[in-house]
């Protein structure tokens, strides 16, 4: 089993960036492959990246290409999702969870069987 916690969430006007962190304990962290998630007020938790074992794959949601980057350091048991050109679309909380399973791509939420307890990011225009 693996603990998940996010941290790095906030408000930033728009065009601003924030980083986010999630830290993992228990298991060996690159045994899992990674993914970030969201979830606005009244819709479901939607795909934002994801990142394989060993950092070499890494996935993104259209609505975030060329402004957000995953990334992680399996040396400090930590993924990051670095957030760039923020739009008030992007407001939402945000999930880090990891899948134990190896696979090609980690793109889809039910195959996650570890999840963090979020974070907020509100994008003011």
């Known amino acids: 089993q693996v603990q998940l916690v996010e941290s790095g969430g906030g408000l930033v006007q728009a065009g601003g960036s924030l980083r986010l962190s999630c830290a993992a304990s228990g298991r060996t962290f690159s045994d899992y492959g990674m993914g970030w998630f969201r979830q606005a007020p009244g819709k479901e938790r939607e795909f934002v990246a994801a990142?394989?074992?060993?950092?070499?794959?890494?996935d993104y949601a259209e609505s975030v290409k060329g402004r957000f980057t995953i990334s992680r350091d399996n040396a400090k048991n930590t993924v990051y999702l670095q957030m760039n050109m923020l739009k008030p679309e992007d407001t939402a909380v945000y999930y880090c969870?990891?899948?134990?399973?190896?696979?090609?791509?980690?793109?889809?939420?039910?195959?996650?069987?570890?999840w963090g307890q979020g974070t907020q990011v509100t994008v003011s225009s």
């Open positions: 969870a990891a899948d134990p399973e190896s696979r090609s791509r980690y793109t889809r939420r039910y195959e996650y069987y570890y």
């Open positions: 990142i394989s074992r060993s950092g070499g794959n890494t």
